[in-house]
């Protein structure tokens, strides 16, 4: 006879057990028992967690090293240099007052623990193996991302009279806004752009403020915050089924926040082939 409904013999995870009879057809995934003498084939469930939830850190992994510097001219005339990223003059009315808040790259790492959900029930493991599931990666960094900045060690920005007065800014790649405790959400692309006063100051802006009023030729080729990336499906995990064999890709669809850290959650569902 087969026993249908098995999902894991080694950790206890039971379904309701039917027997059937020997002539229905054959199943792909089985093993041979034996009860009070007798052979029973009992069928592997290859049930799939609906979801798998990481607890994860974010950090930087790379300050901003750029040693670029902008010389601007007016109608002809140098109004002097400023360095971009290596303790420039802000400008008062910056979203973003300190050049140490933006870095070049993050890192999500994951922090050895999560939980997953399979027939309606969550469970919670530790380590990268749970039930009859194993992460098939070992790379600690979930994900790693690189933003622009400017490279070249002297960027000459030419304007007129007219154009400055029209508000046409020349912007510049600033790498990522990180703060510790912030909101996945405010971590985000920026961009700056020069300021001519009495000196010349950097006015550091998210992406996101830009967009907002209809200023769209950044260039920041990215321009999602971390939370909608991570909504979006940018990272993935593949688990195996210890039992089958078998692999399968797991996205992000969701992240949370523990306010006041840099602690998250990021949620993930199968891949749909």
């Known amino acids: 006879m087969i026993i249908r409904g098995i999902r894991s013999l080694t950790k206890g995870y039971m379904r309701d057990l039917r027997e059937i009879s020997d002539t229905e057809e054959n199943v792909s995934n089985c093993v041979m028992l034996e009860s009070?003498?007798?052979?029973?084939?009992?069928?592997?469930?290859?049930?799939?967690?609906?979801?798998?939830?990481?607890?994860?850190?974010?950090?930087?992994?790379t300050t901003i090293s750029s040693r670029a510097a902008a010389e601007c001219f007016e109608d002809g005339r140098s109004l002097g240099k400023i360095s971009l990223y290596q303790n420039p003059k802000i400008d008062t009315n910056s979203a973003i007052q300190s050049v140490r808040l933006c870095c070049e790259s993050l890192s999500i790492k994951f922090e050895g623990t999560g939980t997953f959900r399979i027939d309606n029930e969550t469970h919670r493991f530790?380590?990268?193996?749970?039930?009859?599931?194993?992460?098939?990666?070992?790379?600690?960094?979930?994900?790693?991302?690189k933003f622009m900045t400017e490279t070249a060690n002297i960027v000459k920005e030419c304007v007129t009279s007219e154009t400055r007065k029209s508000g046409q800014y020349h912007f510049y790649a600033y790498g990522v806004f990180f703060k510790y405790g912030?909101?996945?959400?405010?971590i985000e692309p920026c961009v700056c752009r020069i300021v001519r006063g009495r000196e010349?100051?950097?006015?550091?802006?998210?992406?996101?403020?830009?967009?907002?009023?209809?200023?769209?030729?950044?260039?920041?080729p990215q321009k999602m915050s971390l939370y909608d990336e991570l909504k979006s499906g940018s990272c993935s995990i593949n688990i195996k089924n210890a039992l089958t064999s078998e692999q399968a890709q797991y996205?992000?669809?969701?992240?949370s926040h523990i306010s006041g850290t840099n602690l998250i959650t990021v949620n993930f569902t199968k891949e749909q082939k």
Request: net charge negative.
């Open 36 to 61: 009070d003498g007798e052979n029973v084939r009992a069928e592997i469930a290859d049930d799939w967690p609906d979801t798998i939830t990481w607890d994860a850190s974010i950090s930087t992994t």
């Open 126 to 145: 530790i380590g990268r193996e749970f039930s009859h599931f194993k992460m098939e990666s070992s790379i600690e960094n979930l994900f790693e991302k």
């Open 251 to 255: 996205v992000s669809n969701m992240v």
């Open 200 to 220: 010349l100051s950097l006015r550091i802006s998210p992406v996101s403020e830009l967009l907002g009023i209809g200023i769209s030729d950044l260039p920041q």
């Open 182 to 186: 912030a909101h996945p959400k405010q």
